[in-house]
């Protein structure tokens, strides 16, 4: 087939970037043609949280990947739906993280239809995490421009029934994240980040915004039963929401020397030493839907902590690869108090070697094509 992925992609970096040249390998992979159309413009430089959105990797080099659309420009929307459409492709691929992004993407899509093509949308969630005016208003244009969905949580699934009713819905499993290389030794790991062989450590990951509960993970922290342990929490990741007030919170709860502050974007190439640093990761979120960060850990082999928000306790059977509590630092201490000091690392990787296997990106491009028929 002929497949067109719109969205994120090199030179852009972040889990959006991963996703879509992961998902356009795989459709490359079982012989259909595969081009990405990408921005020249994503976000307008006064409403980006980080430092910078572009990436420091080298471009793919085998990948097709065309800049086009300016999330803010409407002619670029007119000019890309219609090069898109001349292409003629069998499916449109739209992966959906922001109602921000909706009228350049239905655009987009209401154009490319009228010559025939399909039109699925991938959803990272239909509600945003941190609402705005106009969410609605602004999800709704977008669902009516497709012709079929992917979800990957019930949770998203359910909250799509607020716009969408009638058309094709097929459910399916975040994939694994396995393009960040191979495992790195715990040695490796840690001569890389310049750590303490002689510490353990539990990891939280990723951009850091409020919903995601980094504030909760250091109350539980603080908890006196860490003290008596060689217990470090690293926080690798960005900040996108005011740094000033974690850092107040690890002066006040008498936590300054305990943690590993790595708060700058990390690049691809450096995710594996993050994990084969960590003995746990921990994703304490308030609000979700998936995250890929669930999904880098299956990678790497590592148990997990996530709390029951979401669809993260869909994919991570408690007791089985890690811990699902709720979002409470009492709960999330007593479960990172439990992990250390009855040893549940060999118990849980082995768990985990079981269930990553039903998270192949063949399913994703199969569950693609089903909502295309």
């Known amino acids: 087939m002929k497949i067109v992925i719109l969205g994120t992609a090199w030179p852009y970096r972040g889990g959006l970037t991963v996703y879509n040249e992961r998902l356009a390998h795989e459709f490359a992979a079982q012989g259909d043609e595969v081009t ?14 980080g430092k910078t959105q572009y990436s420091t990797e080298p471009a ?64 990272d969630n239909i509600i945003p995490h941190e ?47 396995d ?7 715990r040695e490796e790991a840690l001569k890389f980040l310049g750590l303490d062989p002689g510490q353990r450590y539990m990891l939280f990951f990723g951009l850091i915004r409020d919903y ?10 603080a908890d006196s039963r ?25 002066k006040q709860l008498g936590l300054e020397g305990m943690v590993v502050w790595k708060s700058d974007f990390v690049p691809d190439s ?45 994919i991570v059977p408690d007791g089985k690869v890690g811990y699902v509590v709720e979002p409470d630092s009492v709960k999330i201490a007593d479960a990172l108090v439990d992990f250390f000091e009855n040893n549940r690392q060999d118990q849980f990787t082995e768990g985990i070697l079981s269930e990553k296997k039903q998270y192949a990106w063949s399913n994703m491009t199969r569950s693609v094509k089903k909502a295309a028929e």
């Open 226 to 250: 860490f003290r008596k342990m060689n217990v470090k929490l690293i926080v690798a990741g960005e900040f996108y929401s005011g740094s000033e007030k974690y850092f107040e919170m690890e």
């Open 131 to 177: 609402h705005r005016p106009g969410d609605r208003l602004f999800g709704r244009y977008f669902t009516r421009s497709v012709d079929g969905f992917v979800a990957m949580s019930d949770s998203v699934l359910e909250d799509l029934n607020q716009f969408d009713t009638v058309k094709p819905r097929v459910f399916c499993r975040h994939p694994l994240y």
């Open 60 to 123: 793919p080099q085998d990948l097709k990947i065309v800049r086009s659309l300016n999330s803010v420009n409407p002619f670029s929307w007119g000019k890309t739906g219609r090069a898109i459409k001349a292409l003629k492709p069998d499916i449109l691929v739209i992966k959906f993280w922001l109602p921000f992004m909706a009228p350049c993407l239905g655009r987009v899509a209401r154009i490319v239809k009228r010559g025939g093509t399909k039109v699925v949308s991938i959803l």
């Open 36 to 49: 990405i159309y990408t921005f020249t413009l994503q976000y307008p430089s006064f409403l980006f949280p």
């Open 179 to 185: 393009n960040f290389g191979a495992k790195a030794s």
């Open 270 to 314: 450096e995710v594996r030493y993050c994990f084969g640093a960590a003995d746990i990761i921990v994703q304490p979120y308030k609000s979700a839907t998936q995250s890929g960060v669930t999904q880098i850990a299956y990678h790497f082999e590592k148990p997990m902590l996530v709390t029951n928000v979401g669809g993260l306790a869909e």
């Open 212 to 221: 995601k509960g980094l504030d909760l993970l250091l109350k539980a922290y």
